[in-house]
């Protein structure tokens, strides 16, 4: 069986996605069309559900889905989109919410892609970034934390699809 040990509490994770949704709030204070908020499926789900109640300037929800690293803990450097947005998003404010930055790569193909489709605007919010692995690859505009380089669960993250649920961030020991 194993352990997980926690590196980000429930708690630590509310206040700062409140944060967050002030900053991203004040940000987009101004947009006379709903900002258009897309979460990278799976590993986004909770973070979108809820970082979009702490945002108090009028939202649309978007989902994008890629492929991930599958069943392994190393990143292919292969992206693939398997599910894409339902609607356009030229001249709208766009944010990507992603669960974690690791390499950078994930969200700059998806960055890149958005802006072939002439958005307003587009800009990257990511819960969790691992620094010494994104090193310059994408500047992230809106992050929660910056963790070490660690394989991490929970709060969405799966460890085999599994340990999504969890309500924290851990390590699997
Ligand atoms: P990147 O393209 O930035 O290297 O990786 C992005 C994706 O890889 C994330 O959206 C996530 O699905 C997955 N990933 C990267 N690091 C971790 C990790 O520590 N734990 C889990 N569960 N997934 C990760």
Redesign the pocket.
């Known amino acids: 069986m194993h352990t997980v040990k926690v590196i980000l509490s429930s708690e630590q994770i509310q206040t700062r996605i409140a944060e967050l949704g002030k900053e991203i709030s004040a940000h987009y204070a101004s947009v006379k069309e709903p900002l258009v908020l897309v979460g990278?499926l799976k590993?986004?789900f909770l973070f979108l559900a809820d970082l979009c109640r702490k945002i108090s300037v009028p939202v649309e929800i978007e989902f994008i889905g890629v492929s991930?690293?599958g069943e392994a803990?190393e990143?292919s450097g292969v992206?693939q989109i398997t599910q894409d947005l339902t609607r356009p998003i030229e001249n709208r404010d766009v944010l990507l919410v992603?669960?974690?930055?690791?390499?950078?790569?994930?969200?700059k193909y998806l960055l890149d892609n958005f802006k072939t489709r002439e958005p307003k605007s587009v800009s990257l919010c990511a819960l969790l970034e691992?620094p010494a692995?994104?090193q310059g690859t994408i500047a992230i505009d809106f992050c929660g934390f910056q963790i070490p380089d660690?394989?991490?669960?929970g709060y969405g993250?799966?460890?085999a699809q599994k340990m999504r649920n969890l309500p924290y961030v851990g390590v699997v020991e």
Do not use: H, M, P, R
């Open positions: 990278v590993g986004s991930s690293y803990t990143s992206v992603e669960d974690i930055v690791d390499t950078g790569l994930t969200a691992k692995q994104n660690q394989f991490v669960v993250l799966d460890w």
